[in-house]
């Protein structure tokens, strides 16, 4: 397999991953308590980025390695052969 078709596949199941994790551990506003004039009472308070960013790689890995190693099997190419 390419390294293109590699990064493409990882490319999709990271992104697939970070929609997975960003509704993890957020608070809104009405939950904090302080809502901020002008803002939906629903945003988050707190919005942290950079930690939903490591879940989705630390995620992301060990989910594309899986599927890599499926790919590659030799019963799931007969069975599409």
């Known amino acids: ?3 293109t078709t590699f990064l ?3 490319f999709v199941v ?3 991953c ?3 994790v960003l509704p993890f ?5 009405v939950d ?3 809502r901020i004039q002008g803002t939906e009472p629903g945003a988050p308070a707190l919005f942290r980025f950079a930690p939903k960013l490591i879940w989705t790689t630390l995620l992301s890995v060990p989910l594309t390695a899986a599927l890599m ?6 019963w799931l190419i ?3 052969s």
């Open 1 to 3: 397999m390419q390294i």
């Open 8 to 10: 493409a596949i990882y």
């Open 14 to 16: 990271w992104w697939m």
């Open 18 to 20: 970070l929609f997975l």
């Open 25 to 29: 551990g957020v608070r809104n506003q």
């Open 32 to 34: 904090e308590g302080s």
């Open 69 to 74: 190693w499926l790919l590659s099997s030799e």
């Open 78 to 80: 007969r069975y599409w």
